[in-house]
């Protein structure tokens, strides 16, 4: 199969997809398939909660090129400190070889900065890969300003744009992040990415993962003939 122009300036998207298995919903044989197909597809990771943890590890096995990424207080971030610490802990001790971590938004929009750095910065000394979930949707543009600054300067390996509730992600929005961060981590894009036109565009604007339930999908749709 040829690829039309735009794709063959593109990277491989297969180890861009991060398949998220967030679903509360999702059954166990769902879950295990989904884990099968992101190792069968070469995906780059599989994003889940502490609930299904385990059982993905035991799946997948050993590490491997499927990073395991635990989500730390997803969607809100509305925990203490110590507790959100303690997830990230427990996830560490458990096989997860990434964190994503939603943030103390109160405490940022409260102007206590310092507080939102430093409940980061005690996370990122895991020594885990940490992605910070930035809500690219609610926060203004001082506020997002702020936030990635705090997150990069508490060790963030990447931020993300989107979590997945509201409107879908967006390539502009990517853009302004990446603007923002001036090159010093990475960007993810997660939130409705549910066709291959938009990945794609996501991709093209900076994105070096993308956070999707609808990976398999997007590979078929990658696969079709031009």
Known sequence: MTKSPRRQDLPDIPPLIHQ????????EEELLTLCDASRQLGF?????????????????????????????AFPFGALPAELKLAQAEW???HGAEALEVTPDWSALVNDRAN?????????????LPMTV????????????????????????????????????????QVRALRQLTGGRCAI????????????????EAGAVALGTGHGPALIKALRQPQ
């Open 188 to 203: 993810k894009a997660a939130g409705g990415i549910r066709d291959l036109e938009r990945a794609l565009d996501l991709v």
């Open 91 to 93: 996830a560490a001790a």
């Open 20 to 27: 998220a298995l967030l679903n509360p919903l999702l059954q």
């Open 133 to 172: 979930v930035m809500d690219v949707n609610q926060l203004n543009e001082a506020q997002l300003a702020l936030a990635a600054e705090a997150a990069i300067d508490a060790g963030a390996a990447s931020l993300q744009a989107g979590n997945g509730f509201g409107a879908a992600v967006s390539a502009d």
């Open 44 to 72: 780059g990771g599989v994003c889940v909660s502490l609930s299904h943890l385990e059982a993905v590890r035991r799946r997948l096995g050993g590490h491997g090129p499927v990073k395991l990424i635990a989500t730390v």
């Open 115 to 127: 507080s939102f750095a430093e409940e980061l910065a005690a996370i990122a000394a895991l020594d």
